[in-house]
């Protein structure tokens, strides 16, 4: 069956032709051998018909009386030798057939045997008259040649009636095989042929899930087959194009995105100075186009990431990435390739200098994709840019506030330090010119009030040229805290201890100022007044306000230490009120007094909406 399923057409019909032609070709073969085979037989019967005249002649001869001229008829031999001449004929003989069962061959013999054993002995005494027997006994034998020759006729039309019948059978077979062969070539061939163009019609217009069956003849088989692994190699191939297409889009559409975030950070930190506003819009815009989870960003002052705080976070999380004031646990990674930790921190720095860092955490099995990795870093460079700039801004506006301050102390130098000068010296002139004795009281208190006054004036001449003279150098508040923690511990009998946490929060630059000059004054009040062992200075970020504290533990501050001739404590409470900021005069317990200010910074920094 299966050969007939998957047959090729042309192995098919070519075998289907054989099969049609061959009983045709053994038609043909048959009637050739019915030809070969019934030669003769019309001269046997011939022969035969021939005989039943030669034997009534053969009676008429005997019977009749001698001729009267001899040889005007033939003998009564002469007609016997013909008889059995054609008895014997080869005609007759070759057709006899070698089955001696067969109703020809019995049919000769009998006749044979009848002449030989019967007849032949009637005519042997040609001389003896007749008695009446010989004509039934040659009528008996004419019967015989009748049988012979009846045997001859049916043999013969049985020949031809099996021929007719294998005739017949031949022409079923042909038309059977034509029929089958019609049949299978319409199963096979003509059904596939249909549903192959079928299918190609749909491909035509798009559906390449389409496919052919596979069960026709053996090349249509094939070229189905080919035709379904087409289809199938075509649609993987428009799909592999559109899995293309798609990437590519889809880079596009990130490359598209990523350029618009760089574009929008870019304008963002350039046309404002940077503060928590503006970096919560960059992390905003960030989140917009990488799904994070969390995501800071964390100023430092220094270069060591642990002493950062935290400036920015992507809103709406309600967790928080690391803690505000202490970025350290959010720094681990930052020495590790952001491509193989979940928790992937960004330097945010310029020119090699690092300005704080851009912790990151992904969502559960989450993965940072290269150009994830890209933005964030060229993110983090811009980030890192725009504090480098505020940075450099910062210091040049606290460079033009020390060039006009040092301008103001020359100026007062060479001013009012010299007109003070000159009285003190005027002052010590009417002292000499007038003794003392020669004094009256009231004299002697005018002239003590004079000089108390240019005293306290000249003091406070001495700290304003100081507090103008006072220099930063660029690395800012924290390096002139350590110089002066550090002068103050050398000059002291007592030790100064620094603990600043300010960390990267910027100040402005009179700000600065402010919080050194109120620092030095307290660590000079406790080096004349306290008598202290120990003197802490400690700067803190706390609630969106700068802490400074200066604590001693000494013999304490006087109740009601605003008394006249305090100058410093006056000129620290001006400094604290041109800071917008309080400023407290605490006991310290055991001992010892505090000295605290709190003040909201100018800066940008001021506001963090959102903490």
């Not at 001696?100 to 061959?105: A, G, K, L, T």
């Not at 069956?213 to 035709?227: H, K, M, R, S, V």
């Not at 990488?290 to 960003?297: F, R, V």
């Not at 990267?504 to 402010?514: F, N, R, Y």
Request: glycine fraction near 4%; proline fraction near 5%.
């Amino acid at each position: 069956m299966n050969y007939f399923r998957q047959a090729s057409i042309v192995r098919f019909i070519t075998q289907a032709l054989l099969l049609m032609l061959l009983p045709a070709f053994l038609a043909l073969i048959l009637s050739w051998g019915m030809v070969v085979n019934t030669t003769g037989e019309g001269v046997a019967i011939n022969v035969a018909g021939s005989l039943r005249k030669q034997t009534y002649l053969i009676v008429a001869t005997h019977l009749s009386p001698p001729p009267p001229v001899p040889g005007s008829r033939p003998m009564l031999h002469q007609v016997i030798d013909e008889f059995e001449q054609r008895l014997y004929s080869p005609a007759l003989l070759k057709n006899l057939p070698q089955d001696m069962n067969d109703p020809v061959r019995v049919a000769y013999n009998r006749m044979e045997m009848s002449w030989r054993t019967e007849m032949k002995d009637l005519f042997a005494p040609i001389n003896t008259a007749p008695d009446g027997s010989l004509l039934p006994r040659a009528m008996q034998f004419a019967a015989l040649i009748d049988d012979y020759v009846a045997a001859i006729e049916a043999r013969h039309e049985s020949r031809l009636a099996w021929l007719g019948h294998f005739q017949w059978i031949a022409m079923v077979v042909m038309a059977l095989v034509f029929a089958l062969t019609l049949f299978w070539l319409r199963r096979r061939v003509t059904q596939p042929l249909t549903k192959m163009a079928a299918a190609a019609e749909k491909v035509k217009h798009g559906d390449l899930q389409v496919r052919t069956p596979e069960d026709g003849a053996g090349e249509i088989t094939q070229l189905g087959q080919a035709f379904n692994h087409m289809v199938a190699e075509l649609a993987l191939g428009i799909e592999a194009l559109e899995a293309r297409v798609a990437e590519k889009t889809l880079a596009l559409t990130q490359n598209q995105r990523s350029l618009e975030l760089l574009y929008r950070t870019k304008q963002r930190l350039s046309d404002q100075e940077p503060n928590q506003v503006t970096f919560d819009q960059v992390l905003a815009d960030v989140g917009a186009v990488i799904e994070l989870e969390h995501a800071a960003i964390c100023i430092t002052e220094t270069e060591q990431a642990p002493l950062a705080f935290r400036l920015a976070v992507m809103p709406n999380k309600l967790s928080e990435p690391c803690a505000r004031t202490d970025c350290a646990n959010c720094a681990d990674a930052a020495e590790l390739s952001p491509l193989t930790t979940d928790a992937p921190v960004f330097k945010l720095s310029d020119g090699g200098r690092v300005y704080g860092i851009m912790p990151i955490q992904l969502k559960t099995q989450q993965a940072l994709l290269e150009w994830q990795q890209q933005l964030l870093e060229a993110i983090a460079r811009q980030i890192g840019t725009a504090l480098a700039n505020a940075k450099r801004k910062q210091e040049q506006h606290r460079l033009a506030l020390h060039d006009e301050r040092s301008v103001i102390a020359r100026e007062l130098h060479d001013s009012l330090a010299q007109s003070l000068s000159y009285l003190k010296i005027q002052v010590v002139r009417l002292q000499n010119q007038f003794p003392e004795d020669q004094r009256s009281d009231t004299a002697n208190a005018a002239l003590h009030e004079l000089r108390e006054g240019l005293n306290g004036a000249y003091r406070q001449l001495r700290e304003l040229l100081n507090t103008f003279r006072l220099q930063m150098n660029e690395r800012g508040l924290a390096a002139a805290l350590e110089q002066t923690v550090q002068e103050f511990s050398e000059r002291a009998e007592h030790q100064v201890i620094l603990d600043n946490r300010l960390m990267g929060v910027e100040l402005a630059a009179h700000e600065e100022i402010h919080i050194l000059q109120i620092v030095r004054e307290a660590l000079v009040n406790i080096e004349r007044h306290a008598a202290a062992q120990h003197a802490w200075v400690s700067l803190a970020w706390e609630d969106e306000r700068v802490q400074v504290k200066i604590a001693d533990d000494g013999r304490g501050i006087d109740d009601n230490p605003h008394k006249k001739q305090h100058y410093g404590l006056g000129i620290m409470h001006d400094r604290a009120r041109s800071l917008s900021g309080e400023l407290q005069f605490l006991h310290r317990q055991p001992n010892g007094t505090v000295i605290q200010l709190s003040f909201i910074p100018a800066t940008p920094f001021s506001t963090s909406p959102s903490n």
